[in-house]
């Protein structure tokens, strides 16, 4: 069993970008990944239609797409409210998706807060974009993990630029879960794996953008233990997202 | 395959590489030959340093040198070209990030003028502040008679929102190739390839800074023609650099 913890699909007039689920299980099959957590390219509530695109192919795809819908948090209540309803009517929606380089909520702010904390209660974890500037920095991050303590919250490894601030944050976060795409450095993959333990690091390609195969070579090529791959690869993100599919 | 982007050397972060260690590394990836540059040495002295490049290359064949300047110095421009006609290397690297400029610093210009286009200038690329890509391409547009080499892809940015400013440069300024060093997005491989051509795109890893062979992984992993994969992996660079074989 193989998941990808972080995935696109969505077609998006105003982006340019065109990635029907169809593209994205080619890929998954391609690299032996059984399924996938995905999310729109847009925010919601906004101009485009991800969100109903979202429900629609994680409906079309139920066993092997898994939907965390992308938030805009500046909208407030309403926000909450979206993400609230989405979660309690479709069971195939599992976690909040937020994208501080495109809604530009900073994490720690109240709005942001807020809606990380509806997710807590919801049970279901957060997946944010992470790395490389304001307002996405790993120290803003685990700032808003602070003031969430009863949320999970999964996130890049800082980019290119803030892989060991993002390691010192999770160090000291104990909330905080790393996911294993975008980064180019497999050194920093085992070193997240060494220093926060095997349940605290989950696979995830940023698929169809990054490359399923590669992204799934990058974890094998560090001979990490069966147990610790097995995490890795499907398990930690299972649990947090109660798939019964994947305990089997 | 050739990697076109290696540093070695003693250097200032703790991650020196001998040339011993990177010919072994080279050869359990199946790299033939690699252009090899200094890492920043701990004693901040890159013609020393250069000279020490220059002895390498001449003691192992398959390892061809490049010089690295600081463009802040006065003596830069002086040292490039020592570098390239004393010292008989390829290229000349500047790292803006490393050595703190930006790279569309008059005092890189003198560089630059001061080579007059013998050899191309290979540039750590994408770094905030100094190397966005349309600093690399405001560079470049002042410089068209001499071939640039752009590391990362031209940028490096996890949100995608520097892919457009590369492309730009891609299809506007046709002195500037590109590596693809810890490029983690396929699409943007592809996109590159697409919008500079197919032939000024190689393959380059960024060793020690990044993983050699993630980074062979990777352009292997993308959905390009296997002729445009050779291309990269060893015919651009040999034609940019003016060298035979494989």
Redesign the interface.
């Known amino acids: 069993m193989i998941i990808d913890a972080h995935a696109h699909a969505d077609e998006n007039d105003i982006w340019g970008w065109y990635d029907p689920p169809e593209k994205l299980i080619a890929l998954m099959d391609e690299a032996g990944i059984d399924m996938a957590v995905i999310t729109s390219y847009s925010d919601e509530p906004g101009p485009s239609a991800g969100l109903e695109n979202l429900k629609r192919y994680v409906a079309e795809f139920p066993e092997r797409l898994i939907g965390f819908p992308r938030i805009d948090p500046k909208f407030g209540q309403k926000s909450i409210e979206i993400f609230e309803q989405t979660i309690k009517a479709n069971p195939l929606m599992k976690g909040l998706k937020l994208h501080p380089?495109s809604n530009l909520v900073k994490p720690f702010a109240p709005l942001c807060v807020e809606l990380i904390r509806k997710a807590g209660e919801l049970g279901v974890p957060v997946f944010t974009?992470c790395?490389?500037?304001i307002p996405?920095l790993p120290l803003q991050i685990a700032r808003a993990a602070a003031l969430c303590p009863d949320t999970t919250i999964i996130c890049?490894m800082g980019?290119?630029?803030h892989a060991d601030d993002m390691l010192r944050c999770a160090q000291r976060q104990p909330n905080l879960v790393l996911d294993t795409?975008?980064?180019?450095?497999?050194?920093i993959v085992r070193k997240a794996i060494e220093l926060l333990g095997a349940n605290r690091v989950v696979f995830a390609t940023?698929s169809?953008?990054?490359?399923p195969?590669?992204?799934l070579?990058?974890i094998r090529?560090l001979n990490l233990p069966p147990d610790v791959e097995e995490r890795v690869l499907w398990k930690n993100i299972a649990e947090l997202i109660h798939l019964e599919v994947g305990r089997n | 395959m050739i990697d076109a982007n290696v540093f070695i050397g003693e250097s200032l972060y703790e991650n020196s590489l001998s040339p011993e260690n990177l010919l072994e590394m080279m050869r359990v990836n199946g790299v033939e030959r690699a252009v090899v540059r200094p890492l920043k040495p701990p004693d901040f002295d890159f013609d020393r340093a250069n000279r020490w490049i220059a002895e390498t290359q001449s003691k192992y064949p398959n390892l061809v040198g490049f010089g690295r300047v600081n463009a802040l110095l006065r003596q830069a421009p002086e040292q490039a070209l020592r570098a390239v006609i004393d010292y008989g290397l390829r290229g000349i690297h500047l790292h803006p990030w490393e050595e703190n400029y930006p790279i569309t610093s008059e005092k890189v210009d003198r560089v630059v003028e001061a080579l007059e286009g013998r050899v191309p200038v290979y540039v750590s690329a994408g770094y905030p502040v100094v190397s966005h890509p349309l600093q690399i391409q405001d560079l470049a547009s002042r410089h068209p008679d001499t071939t640039f080499i752009a590391t990362h892809g031209g940028q490096q940015d996890i949100s995608g929102m520097s892919f457009d400013d590369a492309l730009i440069v891609a299809r506007e300024n046709p002195n500037v190739s590109f590596d693809v060093s810890g490029v983690y997005r396929r699409d943007f491989i592809e996109l590159l390839v697409e919008q500079a051509g197919e032939q000024r795109i190689v393959f380059g890893s960024c060793t020690p800074y990044m993983d050699m062979a993630f980074e062979i992984t990777r352009v292997r992993a993308t959905h390009l023609e296997d002729e445009v994969k050779d291309r990269m992996f060893r015919v651009n660079i040999l034609r940019i650099l003016g060298l035979s074989g494989g």
């Open positions: 380089i974009h790395g490389d500037k996405a890049h980019g290119y630029f795409s975008s980064t180019p450095y497999p050194r940023d169809p953008a990054g490359d195969v590669s992204e070579e990058k090529m």
